[in-house]
């Protein structure tokens, strides 16, 4: 009998977080080029080929004519343009459904072969399953940007990032557990730190998806104040009818959130760096140290550049990346110091 969870099912795991990884990448690229609502359709086999010929670009132009991003923003678009925003968002859709596959098929194939314990079993399900709501969340979004206004919803994009941030730890957190196999005793007060630090980082990337889905970062393109040399800017509480609308839908507001939690993000994890030197055991533990204060600057100054440089394309897709690597440190370092 073949060993159950054995280097193949880490493989299979590990491989799903790449290709997450390249999907986060491009979803980035995707947005930044504003080119997530040139296809307004979902076709589930047949979109996976992109059109062929003359004709079936013209068509596919001709749809896209039909919504609000074209009528109100891109009536100036020739096929040209509308063929550099298509290849974005088809090959984002595509790179999602070889996800599927890549998380399916190798798992009937190791459930057949009994290579999967039934813990491991009952986490990837879960995890498939995950992925398949990250799948009607992309939809949910880019309908919410085909009805009235030329854009999706910030909230929808929040959900459909912060949904494939997670998809990815939870996917990590199962491969180290097959890496990892053996628990130990550790500090719970730490423990509860590095939970906390987690949470405080996670909302932090809903609200960099926030600044994202309100162009947010094209405003007060000063540092370390906002305009007029003001920490909080007057329209940071004005743009908006209530504190709370503007701390959700604000312009302004969102992103004073945004850069004001990059402080607290900051001083967290220099807390986790420092206190958790005493209770590292193992070469992997300080490694986890190590990477997570490394990145967490590294972050920061690419933070502060997008919003200084006007969020380029490169830059907003770096930083992007950056908080995904942070996840992962973040992630790691949870997880060595949990079992």
Known sequence: MKKKDNKKVIYWLLTGCLLIFIMVIVGGIT???????????YKLISGTIPPMNDAEWNAAFDLY????????????????????????EWIHRVIGRVIGLVFFFPFVYFLITKQLTRPT??????????????GFLGWYMVKSGL??????????????????????ALTFWVALDLIFPFNKVTDTGFKNL????????????????????????????HWPMMSEGKFIHE????????????????????????RTLAYFVVALILIVFFKGQKFVETKYQKLALNSLIGLVFLQ??????????????WLGVAHQVGAFFLLTAMTFTLHRFSK
């Open 194 to 221: 590095l939970r906390v630090t987690t949470f405080v980082l996670l909302v932090q990337i809903i609200y960099g998806a926030f600044v994202a889905g309100l162009d947010a970062g094209w405003i007060h393109n």
């Open 121 to 134: 079993i009952k986490k990837a399900i879960g995890l498939m399953c995950l992925g398949a709501f990250q």
């Open 147 to 168: 009805v009235d206004r030329p854009d999706v919803s910030h909230f929808r994009l929040a959900a459909h990032l912060t949904t494939a941030f997670i998809t990815f």
């Open 235 to 258: 329209t940071v509480y004005t743009e908006q009818n209530s504190i709370l609308l503007n701390l959700t839908e604000g312009k302004s507001g969102v992103q004073f959130v945004h």
């Open 31 to 41: 947005r930044l080029t504003h080119s997530g609502l040139s296809i307004s359709n």
């Open 300 to 313: 920061f100054v690419l933070g502060v550049l997008t919003l200084l440089l006007q969020v380029p394309v």
């Open 65 to 88: 004519k039909q919504y609000p991003e074209y009528q109100k923003l891109n009536n100036h678009f020739t096929l040209e343009d509308f063929k550099d925003i298509y290849f974005w």
